[in-house]
C-alpha cells in the first residue's frame, strides 16, 4: 500500500518469547493505528498514537505495548506472546481524525 | 457499549443486479460513517466517507446512505461486476476513544 509498510508480512514464533512489528508511514501523517482482527470479531483496535511519544490504549491493549519515536515509525510489542495472540495485525494511518484511514497489508502472526 | 452490526455475513448477487448491504449501529451517535472493501490477504481500503448532515454520498457506481433517525447506513453497488467481489466493512465513528469502530464486514460474491 503506497504510503505504508508494515514488516515482517509473516511471523512465527514461540509462546513466551517477545515480538515487535514494525509500521512505517512516508506521508507524515499524525494518526497511527494498530488493528488486530480475527475471524468473528472484525478489526479491533489494540492502540493508537496522536503524535510523537503520545499513544493511548484501545479495547484489546493488555499484553501489548507501542512506542513512536519518529512521525514515521509505530512499533508493536508483544511482551510476551500467547497462543491468544496469534492473529493478522494491522497498521493504519489518517491525517486527522475523521479522515479515511490507510491501511497497510498486514502481519499474519502466528504464536506455537 | 458500542455496537455495529452487518447484518449479513455473506450476500451472492448475479452480475448486473444492485448489491445493497446494511449496517446498524447502536448505543451512540456518530457524527460519520465510512465504508471500506477488503480483498483476501489485504488491508481494507477506503471507499466512502458520509457525515451526520448528509442524507446520501456517491462515487461512479456506489451510493451510501445515512439515517441518523434508524441508526443505519445503507451501501448500495450498482451494475455490480464480479470484480466487486470483496468483503465491505462500515466504520462509524468516532469512537469513545476519536477511533472508528469497524463492523465484521459483509462478503459479497458476484456471479457472472
Known amino acids: 500500500d503506497a504510503g505504508i509498510t508494515q514488516s515482517p508480512r509473516h511471523k512465527v514464533t514461540e509462546t513466551g518469547t517477545p515480538v515487535t512489528l514494525r509500521c512505517h508511514q512516508t506521508?507524515?501523517?499524525?494518526?497511527m493505528y494498530w488493528y488486530r482482527q480475527d475471524p468473528g470479531h472484525g478489526l479491533r483496535l489494540i492502540h493508537y498514537?496522536?503524535?510523537?511519544?503520545?499513544?493511548d490504549k484501545g479495547e484489546v491493549s493488555d499484553g501489548y505495548s507501542v512506542s513512536r519515536s519518529k512521525t514515521e515509525d509505530f512499533l508493536l510489542t508483544l511482551e510476551s506472546a500467547t497462543s491468544s495472540q496469534t492473529s493478522v495485525y494491522f497498521c493504519?494511518?489518517?491525517?486527522?481524525?475523521?479522515?479515511?484511514?490507510?491501511f497497510g497489508s498486514g502481519t499474519r502472526l502466528t504464536v506455537v | 457499549s458500542q455496537k455495529i452490526e452487518q447484518n449479513s455475513e455473506a450476500l451472492n448477487i448475479q452480475e448486473g443486479k444492485t448489491a445493497t448491504l446494511t449496517c446498524n449501529y447502536t448505543?451512540?451517535?456518530?457524527?460519520?460513517l465510512q465504508w471500506y472493501r477488503q480483498d483476501p490477504g489485504r488491508g481494507p481500503v477506503f471507499l466512502l466517507l458520509?457525515?451526520?448532515?448528509?442524507k446520501e454520498k456517491r462515487k461512479e457506481r456506489l451510493k451510501v446512505t445515512f439515517d441518523t433517525t434508524l441508526k443505519q447506513s445503507l451501501f448500495h453497488i450498482t451494475a455490480s461486476q464480479p470484480a466487486d467481489s470483496a468483503t465491505y466493512l462500515c466504520?462509524?465513528?468516532?469512537?469513545?476513544?476519536?477511533?472508528?469502530?469497524f463492523g465484521k464486514g459483509t462478503k459479497l460474491s458476484v456471479k457472472p
Open positions: 493504519a494511518i489518517s491525517e486527522r481524525q475523521g479522515n479515511g484511514y490507510t
Open positions: 506521508e507524515n501523517h499524525r494518526y
Open positions: 498514537s496522536y503524535g510523537v511519544k503520545d499513544t
Open positions: 448505543n451512540y451517535s456518530p457524527a460519520y
Open positions: 458520509i457525515r451526520e448532515n448528509e
Open positions: 466504520a462509524p465513528g468516532p469512537g469513545s476513544q476519536g477511533n472508528l469502530i
